[in-house]
């Protein structure tokens, strides 16, 4: 077992988390003291009804079986569906900012659509595979080639399979999850050597659909109008992107010194969740902000050298799920706070305040290292 032990993906993850609390330390003690009284309610909170629950599941995700848990997906993706439906009902589910996404649990809150994503995940290579073992193929080009109908058996389930959780999530009007999950799960789709034709009509008609959603809700055309025009109404709708830009542009080279940033005592929204990168440019500067990019581009390519190592399908298209997912995340976060992405509205991977998304990113985590050990 020590042998097979991922130590370089391991000691990674654990200087990007350890990191992040250190950086959430100081960046949340003024947020806290003010609604709080004390400087650590925010770290506190993240560290005992985030970090240790999501070591918890991130430890059974490293030890449970891998065929237990493809056995087990689809059970887990329709108990995850129903957790999303909870959120609408009085008293269980709650809403923030004109959205309903979270579950009251009474001393924590729960977000079901985080853990959606490795669901998700899990349920699609679950099928994937099975449908490969069953035509006794490797791929889906050879299944195409033993005569099986390809639109039939593979594009009008996935579409089906996506347009479930896009129902689900679309009265979340948690648009932006939705797209990480469905640009993760086709990017996933696309790894298992479907027809390329397959890839484009989706791409195709999710890009329509997606006009139509920002069409339609006035928010989603306002962050796009921003990102087109951030200097339209800076103290207004442009205000967060605004002082984003602020923030990151002060920072310099090497930035002002972790816990010297001027712009998380209130003047940047969000500063603890989607906008903290926005900080960590300010505090560590350019040079900060490079190393955290090589870092998530350091594990992305780890977590895709585990899949080319794995033998199993299942593993193998679980290990670029989650990977892509991270990943794909982590970037799209960094480029809506540096303006070259309109706001997303997404946390930044192990970085920002939330105790769901570290959950399921460090359960991500366990799963690869579950992979690589048994490669």
């Known amino acids: 077992m020590k042998k097979h032990f991922n130590y370089p993906l391991f000691f990674l993850i654990v200087c990007l988390v350890g990191f992040a609390f250190l950086f959430l330390a100081c960046l949340t003690a003024p947020s806290s003291m003010q609604k709080y009284g004390n400087t650590n309610h925010f770290l506190f909170h993240q560290l005992f009804f985030g970090l240790v629950p999501a070591l918890i599941f991130a430890f ?72 490969l073992s069953e035509a006794n193929v490797s791929d889906w080009k050879s299944i195409t080639k033993k005569g099986y109908h390809n639109i039939i058996y593979i594009l009008v389930p996935f579409i089906f399979f996506l347009g479930t959780i896009a129902m689900a999530l679309f009265f979340q009007k948690d648009v932006s999850t939705l797209g990480i999950i469905s640009l993760t799960l086709l990017a996933l789709y696309f790894s298992s050597k479907t027809p390329l034709w397959h890839t484009i009509l989706i791409v195709v008609t999710g890009a329509v659909i997606l006009l139509i959603l920002i069409k339609f809700e006035p928010y989603r055309l306002d962050r796009w109008l921003v990102f087109m025009h951030p200097n339209d109404d800076p103290l207004g709708k442009g205000f967060q992107l605004r002082q984003s830009l602020i923030s990151l542009g002060s920072g310099g080279f090497f930035g002002k010194g972790l816990g010297m940033s001027a712009q998380k005592f209130g003047y940047l929204p969000q500063a603890m969740s989607d906008s903290i990168f926005a900080i960590i440019g300010e505090e560590l500067g350019i040079a900060g902000c490079v190393a955290l990019i090589s870092a998530f581009i350091f594990l992305f390519w780890m977590g895709m050298k585990i899949s080319k190592n794995s033998t199993d399908k299942f593993a193998k298209l679980t290990a670029i799920g989650v990977v892509i997912w991270i990943t794909l995340q982590a970037f799209i976060n960094m480029a809506s706070v540096a303006g070259i992405f309109p706001l997303a509205g997404i946390p930044l991977p192990f970085f920002s305040y939330g105790g769901s998304h570290l959950a399921t990113e460090l359960i991500g985590i366990g799963l690869l290292l579950n992979i690589s050990k048994n490669t």
């Open 60 to 131: 059974l995700a490293y030890k449970i079986p891998l065929s237990f848990i493809k056995k087990w997906a689809l059970p887990l993706f329709l108990v995850n569906l129903g957790f999303l439906f909870l959120v609408f009902l009085p008293k269980i589910g709650f809403g923030a900012w004109g959205a309903s996404r979270w579950l009251n649990l009474g001393f924590a809150s729960v977000q079901p659509s985080e853990f959606l994503k490795i669901t998700a995940i899990l349920y699609l290579s679950a099928w994937i595979a099975s449908k």
